[in-house]
């Protein structure tokens, strides 16, 4: 029954608020735009949300007379009748210091430069009595962006709900921003706007006309690329260091942001994850908020723009493949077998719904199920396709490509042992317009599938997508891999630009020594001994590279981090390479003749 205590709680945010307020939070369409109710876990019905909200009170509009025993409230004769009520007891921004964003994106490469996608997770407080709200009741924020810290001019504001369904993450597109521009954003709760986030910092990048020499005010464009980052391997230590000693102007993670594994942390580390192998949306949902806890994590995301590629198969499943992975698959065997009991659809759909919640991506079309491929041009400077690399969908020709892609042929140029990632010729494309609009770089960042086959396998595919740029003559091309736990720099072959793969943030590779510094150098004197196109192989530390980009020069420096096994912020650069544009490989001598740890082909005799 009703009682009159629930205004004492609840605020009423004014008629027919609820949709609108709920749809302005993107969250809700995790995944999709266009088909929230795709699939048995993705789902959000807005406007049923709404009416679940709104079921209370209106009450007020029914016929009192079975309300006979009690005086049917009346709230001041006012007509609630569309009234919705959210949470006023208080909200916490738990990860929001934290609250973090990242660049719009588009598929046909329009326009980051005047949106961003912000982020935060607004979790009620309950009320000095302990009550929660039950799931009728949101939680109302608003945000503005402004390019003043003190946010007192603001460019774009709004409210947006949250409510339970998406683990109270908010995801807002702000617009009408100006192109290659620094802003700062802020939360707050709509009911007391004393209780706010911390101010973040973001920028736009340049408009796609923008001359190369003018992008970034004129100054060089710099990358900090990530991928691989285990919480029970080590502190998030390059993040923080990307963040406080580089200067960094994107942060690019590469795939494996979470890891979908319950392994058992270091026995030094202090830190394990909760929860157990990832499998249904709580899981995955506890899993990104433990690692989005980490205090140099949240940092870098409050530092920066973010772009993320997902994913590499840790995202979801170990090893994942169309239909299944190493330890669950979509048969009765398959799914009594997994740990989790779930089996690999139920754990896709959890896995694909959480990371839209609580990473700050753009939703994307229903036609493309599970394509994360998004694109990225910088001015004339820089083009990044950040592809991937689809490996889930069941029947990829049929539901990864709508109509629109028809034209697009597929590339299954990173499948081998597992045949389950596949990208675009649309990347193909995208690589040939790029040149047909005059970028300087072509960056491609991919998730690669090496670190279990090392490098021969990881050449081999890679192979293909070197041919389609040979053929066209796109060159200039610089490809950034993950993946591997290691760092590798080639020349590509042919002439065509260079590669630069990093090591993971805390993930380890097989197959270098990760006690003995010396034995880690021998093994890479190995690698680049036997691979014509390696130009340095390294395995010992863990980290992340820079790239810092002008019209004619570019400069990848590699970071080393001492020690993962506590927080700290000691890292050092242990090699830097220079590319002049147009060259298509690395100037000599390459690293400058001078690495700290690992080895430069021209330093091992043949
Ligand atoms: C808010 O959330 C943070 C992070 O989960 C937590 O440490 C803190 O205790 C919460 N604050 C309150 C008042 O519950
Ligand atoms: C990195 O920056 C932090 C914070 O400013 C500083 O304390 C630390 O000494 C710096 N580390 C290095 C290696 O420069
Ligand atoms: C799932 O299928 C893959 C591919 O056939 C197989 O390697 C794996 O062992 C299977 N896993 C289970 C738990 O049945
Ligand atoms: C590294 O290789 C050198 C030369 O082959 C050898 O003398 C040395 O023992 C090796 N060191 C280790 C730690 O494997
Ligand atoms: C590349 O950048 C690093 C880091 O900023 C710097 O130390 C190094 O001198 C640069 N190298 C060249 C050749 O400009
Ligand atoms: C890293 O730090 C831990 C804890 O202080 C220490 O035990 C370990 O030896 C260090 N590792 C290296 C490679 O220095």
Same mark, same amino acid.
């Given at each position: 029954m009703w009682r009159p205590i629930v205004p004492l709680i609840f605020f009423f945010a004014g008629a027919s608020a609820g949709i609108p307020k709920l749809d302005k939070n *993107? %969250?809700?369409?995790s995944p999709f735009f266009d088909e929230? =109710?795709?699939?048995?876990s993705f789902a959000h019905d807005t406007a049923a949300i709404s009416r679940r909200n709104t079921q209370p009170t209106r009450? $007020?509009?029914?016929? %009192?007379? =079975?309300?006979?025993d009690e005086p049917y409230p009346?709230?001041?004769?006012?007509? +609630?009748?569309n009234a919705i009520s959210i949470w006023s007891s208080g909200v916490n921004f738990t990860h929001s210091g934290r609250a973090f964003l990242q660049l719009n994106s588009e598929f046909e490469g329009?326009? +980051?430069?005047t949106t961003i996608i912000l982020w935060t997770r607004a979790e009620p407080l309950p009320t000095n009595a302990g009550q929660l709200p039950d799931q009728s009741v949101p939680v109302c924020v608003s945000f503005k962006i402004g390019?003043?810290?003190? *946010?007192?001019?603001?460019?774009d504001s709004g409210e947006a709900f949250t409510t &339970?369904?998406?683990?109270f993450t908010v995801k807002v597109e702000v617009t009408g921003l100006k192109p290659d521009t620094m802003y700062f954003f802020q939360f707050a709760d #709509?009911?007391?706007?004393?209780v706010v986030s911390p101010v973040g910092t973001t920028r736009t990048v340049a408009s796609v006309d923008t001359p190369a020499e003018h992008v970034n005010g004129g100054k060089p464009l710099t990358l900090a690329v990530f991928s691989c980052s285990q919480f029970q391997t080590g502190w998030f230590n390059a993040y923080g260091f990307a963040a406080h000693n580089t200067t960094a102007d994107i942060f690019v993670h590469l795939g494996d &942001?979470?890891?979908i594994k319950s392994l058992s942390s270091l026995? #030094?580390?202090g830190r394990a994850v909760l929860g157990r192998e990832l499998a249904t949306i709580q899981d995955y949902r506890q899993r990104l908020g433990q690692y989005r806890s980490d205090p140099d994590l949240q940092f870098a995301h409050q530092s920066a723009p973010w772009i993320t590629v997902w994913?590499? $198969? !840790? @995202?979801?499943?170990?090893?994942?493949?169309k239909a299944g992975s190493s330890d669950s698959n979509d048969t009765t065997a398959g799914c009594t077998f997994s740990p989790s009991g779930a089996c690999f659809t139920d754990r896709k759909f959890a896995g694909v719904r959480a990371y839209h919640e609580w990473m700050p991506i753009r939703q994307v079309d229903a036609g493309d199920q599970f394509r994360i491929w998004r694109n990225f041009q910088i001015g004339k400077l820089l083009l990044t396709p950040?592809?991937?690399?689809?490996?889930?969908?069941? @029947?990829p020709r049929r539901s990864l490509m709508g109509s629109n892609q028809e034209k697009c042929a597929f590339l299954?140029?990173?499948? !081998?042992?597992?045949?389950y990632k596949l990208i675009y010729l649309g990347l193909m494309d995208t690589l040939d317009q790029s040149k047909s609009r005059g970028a300087v770089w072509r960056v491609v960042g991919c998730v690669t599938?090496?670190?279990?086959?090392?490098w021969d396998g990881y050449r081999a595919n890679r192979n293909r997508v070197l041919d389609h740029l040979y053929n066209n003559h796109i060159d200039n091309t610089v490809i950034l891999a993950g993946d591997s736990h290691a760092n590798w720099v080639s020349d590509l072959a042919r002439a065509i630009g260079v590669e630069f793969a990093g090591t993971g943030t805390t993930s380890t590779p097989d197959?270098?020594? =990760?006690? $003995?510094f010396n034995q880690a150098v021998n093994t890479s004197s190995i690698f680049v001994k036997d691979n014509?196109?390696?130009q340095w192989s390294e395995g010992f530390f863990r980290g992340f590279f820079t790239l810092s980009l002008t019209p004619t020069s570019l400069n990848a420096t590699y970071y080393s981090m001492r020690n993962v096994t506590f927080r700290n912020s000691d890292g050092f650069a242990i090699a830097s390479f220079l590319v002049n544009a147009g060259d298509n490989h690395l100037a000599r001598p390459v690293a400058g003749g001078h690495v700290l740890s690992g080895a430069l082909k021209s330093q091992v005799v043949n």
């Amino acid at each position: 029954m009703w009682r009159p205590i629930v205004p004492l709680i609840f605020f009423f945010a004014g008629a027919s608020a609820g949709i609108p307020k709920l749809d302005k939070n *993107l %969250a809700f369409r995790s995944p999709f735009f266009d088909e929230p =109710q795709v699939g048995p876990s993705f789902a959000h019905d807005t406007a049923a949300i709404s009416r679940r909200n709104t079921q209370p009170t209106r009450r $007020d509009t029914v016929d %009192a007379a =079975q309300f006979k025993d009690e005086p049917y409230p009346g709230f001041f004769t006012s007509d +609630f009748s569309n009234a919705i009520s959210i949470w006023s007891s208080g909200v916490n921004f738990t990860h929001s210091g934290r609250a973090f964003l990242q660049l719009n994106s588009e598929f046909e490469g329009d326009p +980051f430069d005047t949106t961003i996608i912000l982020w935060t997770r607004a979790e009620p407080l309950p009320t000095n009595a302990g009550q929660l709200p039950d799931q009728s009741v949101p939680v109302c924020v608003s945000f503005k962006i402004g390019t003043t810290r003190d *946010l007192g001019n603001p460019v774009d504001s709004g409210e947006a709900f949250t409510t &339970y369904d998406v683990d109270f993450t908010v995801k807002v597109e702000v617009t009408g921003l100006k192109p290659d521009t620094m802003y700062f954003f802020q939360f707050a709760d #709509c009911t007391n706007p004393t209780v706010v986030s911390p101010v973040g910092t973001t920028r736009t990048v340049a408009s796609v006309d923008t001359p190369a020499e003018h992008v970034n005010g004129g100054k060089p464009l710099t990358l900090a690329v990530f991928s691989c980052s285990q919480f029970q391997t080590g502190w998030f230590n390059a993040y923080g260091f990307a963040a406080h000693n580089t200067t960094a102007d994107i942060f690019v993670h590469l795939g494996d &942001y979470v890891n979908i594994k319950s392994l058992s942390s270091l026995p #030094c580390i202090g830190r394990a994850v909760l929860g157990r192998e990832l499998a249904t949306i709580q899981d995955y949902r506890q899993r990104l908020g433990q690692y989005r806890s980490d205090p140099d994590l949240q940092f870098a995301h409050q530092s920066a723009p973010w772009i993320t590629v997902w994913w590499d $198969d !840790h @995202e979801v499943a170990n090893n994942g493949w169309k239909a299944g992975s190493s330890d669950s698959n979509d048969t009765t065997a398959g799914c009594t077998f997994s740990p989790s009991g779930a089996c690999f659809t139920d754990r896709k759909f959890a896995g694909v719904r959480a990371y839209h919640e609580w990473m700050p991506i753009r939703q994307v079309d229903a036609g493309d199920q599970f394509r994360i491929w998004r694109n990225f041009q910088i001015g004339k400077l820089l083009l990044t396709p950040v592809s991937v690399v689809v490996s889930l969908a069941d @029947e990829p020709r049929r539901s990864l490509m709508g109509s629109n892609q028809e034209k697009c042929a597929f590339l299954p140029i990173l499948s !081998h042992s597992k045949v389950y990632k596949l990208i675009y010729l649309g990347l193909m494309d995208t690589l040939d317009q790029s040149k047909s609009r005059g970028a300087v770089w072509r960056v491609v960042g991919c998730v690669t599938s090496s670190s279990r086959d090392a490098w021969d396998g990881y050449r081999a595919n890679r192979n293909r997508v070197l041919d389609h740029l040979y053929n066209n003559h796109i060159d200039n091309t610089v490809i950034l891999a993950g993946d591997s736990h290691a760092n590798w720099v080639s020349d590509l072959a042919r002439a065509i630009g260079v590669e630069f793969a990093g090591t993971g943030t805390t993930s380890t590779p097989d197959f270098f020594s =990760q006690t $003995d510094f010396n034995q880690a150098v021998n093994t890479s004197s190995i690698f680049v001994k036997d691979n014509v196109d390696l130009q340095w192989s390294e395995g010992f530390f863990r980290g992340f590279f820079t790239l810092s980009l002008t019209p004619t020069s570019l400069n990848a420096t590699y970071y080393s981090m001492r020690n993962v096994t506590f927080r700290n912020s000691d890292g050092f650069a242990i090699a830097s390479f220079l590319v002049n544009a147009g060259d298509n490989h690395l100037a000599r001598p390459v690293a400058g003749g001078h690495v700290l740890s690992g080895a430069l082909k021209s330093q091992v005799v043949n």
